[in-house]
């Protein structure tokens, strides 16, 4: 015979694996995440939208071991039950919960502290990230609409490209809806510094892990500047070192491009660096002080409404934001172009949502 306890603890758990019974499950799940709370442990309700993709896969399976996530939600159009219930196995502390298709989306955003969006195509060899906006244009507007009504103070990761249009469209969709704070919405550009790090660090010999590299501008082509005079900790470029750093750091998608030869973009290196990203998130979110990374976001930098550059991550998002700098010739130069076509994208995404 079972007891009381026993049936209603094997209908929790039953309830978890079939979505169906969502009441129950959604119940269970709060339950164990204010356990977790009161607890002590700081708690932050994460959503994934485009989870089961390339990129989504791996950067569930991450975020399900930070423990700064005491809830995880995984959106997408295809597989999340068969990814949710993958993840669900994993001993660490997030609860997770899968949602399927766009009737769930609104389940998928209510309640939640970040938003992380890698949802959309990804280039085959030979195209460009803008090639990606007609269909990935509309994904990140649907997407973004739900957000302003569900969640609208959360914090949104956006990860699909092109970034330097996709972060306009966001930004288009919310003011639409009367809830954008610039603040909130982070394009991110994690993958540039990463790779810039690793470059760099390769040209020094020395571990990437003790290099710090600023990537500013965009997230596409010339738009990606890395600021190499501004390397930590402080050391100088040949002309030839400058400029096969800078090629290979604005180049770095495409070489994975075309590794891949037709099977996707960056997926494990992006998911990587969009952990290491959401993690400053959180961590700024939870009040720690000092968190400064690069991200494409509303800035006064230059002329431009939009820029990537150095930000200071807090409870309210990105609080402050850096000035570049100074640069020297080559950085100039590199700037101007990659402010030409910076602002050319800007108004492809604005004008998709203003049209
Ligand atoms: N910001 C960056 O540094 C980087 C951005 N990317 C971009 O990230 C995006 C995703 O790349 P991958 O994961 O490799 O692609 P993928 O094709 O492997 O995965 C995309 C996922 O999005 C899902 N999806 C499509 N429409 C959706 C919708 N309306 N709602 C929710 N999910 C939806 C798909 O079902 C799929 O599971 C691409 O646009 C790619 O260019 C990729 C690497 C770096
Ligand atoms: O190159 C791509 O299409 C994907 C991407 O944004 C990157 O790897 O930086």
Same mark, same amino acid.
């Given at each position: 015979?079972?007891?009381?306890?026993?049936?209603?603890?094997?209908?929790?758990?039953?309830?978890?694996?079939?979505?169906?019974?969502?009441?129950?499950?959604?119940?269970?799940?709060?339950?164990?995440?204010?356990?977790?709370? =009161?607890?002590?442990?700081?708690?932050? =309700?994460?959503?994934?939208?485009?989870?089961?993709?390339?990129?989504?896969?791996?950067?569930?399976?991450?975020?399900?071991?930070?423990?700064?996530?005491?809830?995880?939600?995984?959106? &997408?159009?295809?597989?999340?039950?068969?990814?949710?219930?993958d993840i669900s196995h994993m001993d660490t502390g997030a609860v997770v919960k899968g949602f399927l298709g766009q009737q769930q989306l609104e389940n998928a955003l209510m309640g939640m502290d970040l938003i992380i969006i890698p949802a959309g195509i990804p280039r085959k060899p030979g195209m460009t990230r803008d090639d990606l906006f007609n269909i990935n244009a509309g994904i990140v507007k649907t997407l973004c609409e739900g957000i302003a009504k569900c969640c609208p103070n959360a914090i949104v990761n956006l990860i699909s490209n092109p970034v330097n249009s996709t972060v306009p469209i966001a930004a288009e969709v919310f003011k639409k809806a009367g809830t954008y704070d610039p603040k909130k919405l982070l394009g991110v550009t994690m993958l540039d510094v990463v790779r810039a790090n690793t470059f760099v660090a390769e040209v020094l010999g020395v571990d990437p892990r003790e290099v710090d590299v600023p990537v500013v501008g965009g997230h596409a082509g010339v738009t990606i500047l890395p600021l190499l005079s501004q390397v930590k900790p402080p050391c100088s470029f040949t002309a030839e070192e400058t400029e096969y750093l800078t090629k290979r750091i604005q180049d770095g998608g495409t070489e994975v491009v075309q590794a891949k030869a037709g099977?996707?973009?960056?997926?494990?290196?992006?998911?990587?660096?969009?952990?290491?990203?959401? &993690?400053?998130?959180?961590?700024?979110?939870?009040? &720690?002080?000092?968190?400064?990374?690069?991200?494409?976001?509303?800035?006064?930098?230059?002329?431009?409404?939009?820029?990537?550059?150095?930000?200071?991550?807090?409870?309210?998002?990105?609080?402050?934001?850096?000035?570049?700098?100074?640069?020297?010739?080559?950085?100039?130069?590199?700037?101007?172009?990659?402010? =030409?076509?910076?602002?050319?994208?800007?108004?492809?995404?604005i004008s998709f949502i203003r049209k």
């Open positions: 015979m079972q007891s009381a306890e026993a049936k209603q603890r094997i209908a929790r758990i039953s309830a978890h694996l079939h979505p169906s019974n969502h009441q129950l499950e959604e119940k269970s799940i709060l339950k164990r995440a204010e356990c977790r709370a =009161k607890g002590g442990a700081p708690g932050f =309700k994460v959503a994934i939208l485009g989870a089961a993709g390339g990129i989504g896969q791996p950067l569930s399976l991450l975020m399900k071991m930070n423990p700064l996530v005491s809830v995880l939600h995984l959106y &997408d159009v295809v597989n999340t039950p068969g990814v949710t219930a099977a996707g973009s960056a997926t494990l290196s992006m998911a990587y660096a969009a952990v290491k990203f959401a &993690d400053a998130c959180l961590r700024g979110l939870k009040g &720690d002080a000092g968190i400064v990374e690069c991200a494409f976001v509303s800035s006064q930098v230059t002329e431009l409404p939009f820029f990537a550059c150095k930000a200071r991550l807090g409870r309210a998002g990105a609080e402050e934001i850096y000035q570049l700098g100074p640069l020297n010739e080559y950085e100039r130069v590199g700037l101007e172009k990659a402010k =030409k076509e910076l602002a050319e994208s800007i108004q492809k995404g």
